[in-house]
């Protein structure tokens, strides 16, 4: 959970006797996503399915779905706290979310858009509602996914601009997520 992670960062502080400087990292990454959760507050809330592997399908699992709870959405598969597991790929269909965001566990974002014409190719994949709306995007997994290191707490921003991009601007896209068009 983010909870865990923050609680980990104050832990390692503390080992190597610096236990201000783990408050005060601590302190900063809250107010990061605490903007976050203000600036989507009374925003629509798209159902969000994020996947961590695609073949086969692994709903995203333990602070995930925080992740995108804190920026404005909906998260429909995994359940937070809880393990990344594998899940059918009749399940995705059948929550047939808004946003499909595909994050591979340990892969950059040059890495996992090689992975993307396979979840195109899956059945039914172009009657879901994220891919007939162009709202299916690939992201840097290994980065702002699916460690628990301090670059995760850029992760509610970074969904919040694939979310509601009349309310971010996309400073990250490019780097940390692209929009998929297959």
Request: aromatic residues 8%.
């Amino acid at each position: 959970t983010i909870a865990a992670i923050l609680e980990g960062f104050v832990a390692v502080a503390k080992a190597v006797g610096r236990p201000e400087r783990g408050q005060q990292l601590v302190s900063e990454l809250r107010a990061q996503i605490e903007a976050v959760r203000q600036r989507v507050a009374g925003l629509p809330r798209p159902r969000v399915a994020c996947l961590e592997w695609i073949e086969p399908p692994f709903a995203m699992g333990n602070w995930g779905p925080e992740l995108v709870e804190l920026a404005g959405g909906e998260n429909l598969l995994g359940t937070s706290g809880a393990h990344s597991t594998s899940t059918p790929w009749q399940a995705v269909r059948d929550a047939n979310p808004d946003v499909l965001i595909i994050t591979p566990c340990g892969f950059s974002l040059a890495r996992a858009e090689q992975e993307m014409p396979l979840i195109a190719s899956l059945p039914g994949y172009r009657e879901l509602t994220a891919a007939r709306t162009d709202n299916v995007f690939v992201a840097d997994g290994n980065l702002y996914f699916n460690r628990s290191s301090p670059s995760l707490f850029d992760t509610p921003e970074i969904l919040a601009e694939m979310l509601h991009p009349s309310a971010f601007e996309p400073r990250h896209e490019g780097r940390a997520w692209r929009r998929f068009r297959g």
